[in-house]
């Protein structure tokens, strides 16, 4: 199975694409998004495979590049004008442009890396200040958003089925997650370790949109996707791609299995993913408070503390976060009981 670093789904594009209740130009959008997806998953593959045979050669990373008080990374905005070529035109001063989509993009992805810098001290998606691009108008009612191996993409949607990527903050932080991912663990995108791929996107994009809104795991509504939701969606009963909290719930777009069984890695990681999606979401709930502050911070380590590990199976992971849990938090046991029952909650 190759990467395929894209929010929506395959079988949700064409889904859509086949859907009798749609009009005609509803559905050749989604033709259309689904094979612009499959043609960028090569490019995401090769920026991957690069990553890490980088990760993987005999010579020490730079030294970190900045004292405290810590600078944001550079962050740019590419507008494609409703085509295809990347990363499109540069946009000068984006946050302060008139397009709400392309002063959101910039907005939204400086706020990703003051996330990742104020909560886990990580200088950019690659831990060494990279910069931040992100293109945004991409494609004509382009129904995805993609982290292609070296920046993010967000299509406008068609305005019915979906709405502008760049609405969901969640979304941003999910995409550039991936990146992080590629970066860290790198995570190959298929088998068990595809879905912990998945996860680990859906886990920060979550724990972002959390700390923007300075929200608890009792506050939190733990959905992913719900700002991208266009009417005829809502029409269907649909009010978020996925719910990390109740994976199988009917009212996400794309529902998930919520327990683990040999053989889960077989499914596309956008499904699969709903098993780790789980016990991340009752292990914060349990430990309560806000999610970053321990659970996140037992996730992060176990994503970014031990060096790549591709093939990493699910059982693999929780142990390691089992172990982080006690090693971190030694005066309180309760963490460890919250990430250990969430675990075996899940069948792991």
Known sequence: MTCNCFIIPDDVLERFASDPQLSDEVRQNFHHSAALSR?????????????????????????FPFPLPHRLPVGQVFDCHHGTTLPGAAVANPGASADPTIKRAYVEEESVARFYWNVFKRDSIDGHHMTLISSVHYGVKYNNAFWNGAQMTYGDGDGQVF??????????????????????LGLVYSGEAGGLNESMSDVFGSMFRQWEKSQTTATADWLIGADIMGPVSKGKGYTCLRDMAAPKAAHALAAQPDHYYPG????????????????????????GGHSWEKAGQVWYKALTGFGPSPNMTMSQFASR?????????????????????AWTGVGL
């Open 163 to 184: 709405l502008d990527f760049t609405l969901g903050d969640d979304v941003i932080g999910h995409e550039l997650t991936h990146g992080v991912t590629q970066h860290s």
């Open 321 to 341: 976060t089992r172990a982080l849990s006690t090693s971190m938090f030694p005066a309180e046991p309760a963490v460890h009981t919250a990430v250990h029952n």
């Open 264 to 287: 889960i890695g077989n499914l596309d990681p956008h499904y699969s993913s709903g098993v780790p999606n789980l016990a991340f979401t009752n292990a914060a709930k349990a430990i």
């Open 39 to 63: 043609g960028m998953r090569s490019v995401r593959d090769r920026n991957n495979a690069l990553t890490m045979t980088a990760i993987s050669l005999p010579f020490p990373r730079p030294p």
